[in-house]
């Protein structure tokens, strides 16, 4: 059975750095064509992707968001993270991580399975 | 990037009504469409991959078709579960984007 949990800060204040990790079970992030994305969506909108990382530590970014993306994995505890810095209002959402399936870092299936989700306020 | 279209922005049907929702790509994404539902207060779950596969679990009611930059999501006999927003999501190239959504009420 494949689950992902997201946690986060929960309220943090403009210019600093969000941390997000991505907890999941049923699959493993060292199995060929594995990965996991992160997806945003603010309150009554629409679905960003921001990140996906593979099982061979490929990563792509949305280049929307301006470098200041970074996504990494810890393969032994089933965990992948996403860090955005220098956060401001229009960073609060709902953020999700979603497993991804497929090879050369293009996935063939989608985002299969998602985790309930983590709802981020930047405020001051 | 690739931007999809996605029509209508809501939409009001009856129960036991077939409905269509139709994703545009503003260039030819080879079939690389997925569709989501997402129910409210609830994560989006996968429907639909490669156009027209159904991820397992899903009821047959559901169903996608199309090629190249034209796609369309169908639901077979609307049922009062089948409340919710969808989305379809290109991942032909990256960046990977979704459209905006189609809000499907009970009439």
């Known amino acids: 059975q494949v689950t992902l949990k997201e946690s986060g800060p929960g309220i943090l204040q403009p210019s600093q750095t969000l941390s997000l990790t991505c907890t999941f079970s049923?699959?493993?992030?060292?199995?060929?064509?594995?990965?996991v994305g992160w997806i945003r969506q603010p309150s009554g909108k629409g679905l960003e992707w921001l990140a996906n990382?593979?099982?061979?530590?490929?990563?792509y970014y949305n280049p929307s968001l301006k470098n200041r993306l970074t996504i990494s994995k810890d393969t032994s505890n089933n965990q992948a993270f996403l860090k955005i810095t220098n956060v401001d209002t229009a960073d609060t959402a709902t953020y999700y991580c979603?497993?991804?399936?497929?090879?050369?870092?293009?996935?063939?299936?989608?985002?299969?399975?998602w985790g309930q989700g983590v709802m981020v306020t930047v405020s001051s | 990037d690739i931007r999809m279209t996605q029509s209508p922005a809501s939409l009001s049907a009856s129960l036991g009504e077939t409905v269509n929702i139709e994703c545009l790509a503003s260039e030819d994404i080879y079939s690389d469409l997925a569709w989501y539902q997402q129910k409210p207060g609830k994560s989006p779950q996968l429907l639909i991959y490669?156009?027209?596969s159904l991820q397992n679990g899903v009821p047959s009611r559901f169903s996608g078709s199309g090629s190249g930059t034209q796609y369309s999501l169908k639901i077979n006999s609307l049922q009062s579960e089948d409340v919710a927003t969808y989305f379809c999501?290109?991942?032909?190239?990256?960046?990977?984007?979704f459209g905006s959504g189609t809000k499907l009420e009970i009439k």
């Open positions: 049923g699959f493993s992030l060292s199995t060929y064509g594995m990965g």
């Open positions: 979603a497993r991804i399936a497929g090879t050369m870092g293009i996935t063939t299936t989608g985002f299969d399975y």
């Open positions: 999501q290109q991942y032909n190239n990256y960046p990977l984007t």
């Open positions: 990382i593979w099982w061979d530590d490929d990563k």
């Open positions: 490669n156009a027209n």
